[in-house]
């Protein structure tokens, strides 16, 4: 009987010195957890008005959760009388360590990101970026995915898409076709510029706004160059390019205007 009433004053003066501190550490945790909650809330709402990418928004979500987590339970600990010094010294170690093991990819991550918020480019429009032209298939956290014009999968690293030059042939909805077609010196210009502009205004997929032209590019050594710029949707590039290299040799022959190309000699013997 003494040893259990010595260990149930032990269990009195334990509860008395701690009792307050539990009580307080719950309290903390379950009002700190409620505001977590409300600070998702709240910053889930801005995202989505903000219309960021969908991806971007749960990692960033979860990123500054688990953040404000850390914080709280480290404060929960403090508030039992632990020193805390030791676990953040720890948590401050591992994260210079994988920082460290992860740099590439830390870079790619940030690169995922800037690109997700300000969005030079968006899924399905074709872009040009490191040395690879192709439509934007898909835009992950590390990666964009993009589809060549001879449907391979080219898959940049973000770093250097955030870091780099990115030709975007489709945020202004209109593109330019460039051709050249040489003609001899001896064929009427004015004659050949008319035809090929009525060529390219009678392909419905050639814009009017802007006018397609055809204007002398160069007076090269055998050929009167012009240039041949139609302008058309992204979406139409290839088929105006290819309608337009076709339709300037099939419009050129019928108006009788020549295209120059090498003429063997024969000698008679």
Known sequence: MEKAHVWINYAIELAKEFGPKLITAILIYLVGSWVIKKIIGVARKGMAKSKYDESLQRFLLNLVSWTLKIFLILLVISQLGVDVTTFAAVIAAAGLAI?????????????????MIFKPYKIG?????????????????????????????AIVPNGAMANGN???YTAEGKIRVDTTVGIDYGSDIKK?????????KANPQVLNDPAPSVNV?????SSV????????KPEDYWDVYFATIEGTKEALDTAGVEIPYPHEVQINK
Not at 217 to 221: I, K, R, T, V
């Open 99 to 115: 920082g460290l093991a992860l740099q590439g990819s830390l870079a790619n991550f940030a690169g995922g990101v800037l690109i």
């Open 125 to 153: 429009d074709l872009i040009e970026a490191q040395g690879v032209l192709g439509g934007v298939k898909e835009i992950e956290i590390f990666t964009t995915k993009l589809i060549t014009p001879q449907n391979k999968l």
């Open 166 to 168: 990115i030709i975007n």
């Open 192 to 200: 050949a510029k008319d035809v090929l502009l009525a060529m390219l």
């Open 217 to 221: 590019e160069e007076l090269a050594d």
């Open 225 to 232: 160059n012009l240039a041949v710029r139609p302008f058309c």
